[in-house]
């Protein structure tokens, strides 16, 4: 499980970095909510930890923003405002639960636990895919990289899901035929390739990390790490 932890005050940063890490997550931490945005745009979380007072922003506006790029994960928010209307503040505004400072690290990893059951039903990951930074709504039939909605056609989103639901396995042009156009026998077409190139374009042209891969004379595969 990845989980960002948005936290300045160092000792309890450090502190929940260890504890944190001996329960299992893998975390990233970050002091500010920039840093944290930034984060969040190259990784994908499975939960986060946000601090409501933080050096350059609000904890809630950063929540808001993680939201407005695309940020599905469920948020824990930590904080020491006790009032009751900080915390009904806080979940409205995006965040799932509230623990409040200072805080039993049993209690914490309890939440944690408690919010990773509760977002993942098995009806959320139907409609749902998600690779690295790439997310698919199979609902809405809508693509977003780095939460930046794509526009594709719908003849682009069939073979964009296809290469998702076999991400980090090589397909080949027959298999794309096959699966996309319904076509069983390879024609004497490039319609593979001017698709591929036309997303392509779009999926990781303004990317520093491109995600399509081809494989001369074999096929493609759209990169899982
Ligand atoms: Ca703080």
Do not use: C
């Not at 984060?39 to 933080?54: M, S």
């Not at 039939?141 to 719908?154: F, K, N, V, W, Y």
């Not at 991400?167 to 004497?188: C, F, Y």
């Not at 077409?189 to 891969?213: A, E, F």
Request: aromatic share 4%; proline share 3%; net charge positive.
């Amino acid at each position: 499980m990845r989980l960002l932890l948005v936290e300045d005050e160092h000792d309890i940063q450090a502190f929940l970095r260890h504890s944190l890490a001996e329960a299992g997550y893998q975390v990233d931490v970050a002091a500010d909510g920039k840093t944290a945005e930034k984060l969040a745009l190259e990784a994908t979380y499975d939960i986060l930890v946000v601090d409501l007072g933080l050096p350059d922003q609000d904890g809630i506006s950063l929540i808001l923003r993680l939201r407005q790029i695309g940020v599905s994960a469920p948020v824990l928010i930590l904080s020491a405002r006790r009032s009751v209307d900080d915390r009904v503040r806080g979940l409205e505004q995006g965040g799932d639960d509230y623990l409040t400072k200072p805080f039993a690290l049993a209690e914490l990893l309890a939440r944690l636990r408690n919010l990773l059951k509760r977002n993942t039903p098995a009806s959320a990951e139907a409609t749902r895919l998600r690779v690295l930074d790439l997310e698919l709504d199979l609902l809405r039939r809508e693509a977003r990289r780095s939460g930046q909605l794509l526009q594709l056609t719908p003849q682009e989103f069939v073979l964009l899901e296809y290469l998702v639901r076999n991400a980090g396995r090589v397909v080949t042009r027959s298999m794309i035929l096959d699966k996309v156009w319904g076509m069983r026998i390879q024609p004497d077409t490039n319609v593979v390739d001017v698709h591929i190139y036309r997303l392509r374009g779009k999926v990781d042209g303004k990317s520093q990390q491109p995600l399509i891969r081809t494989l001369r004379g074999v096929g493609y595969v759209l990169k899982d790490r």
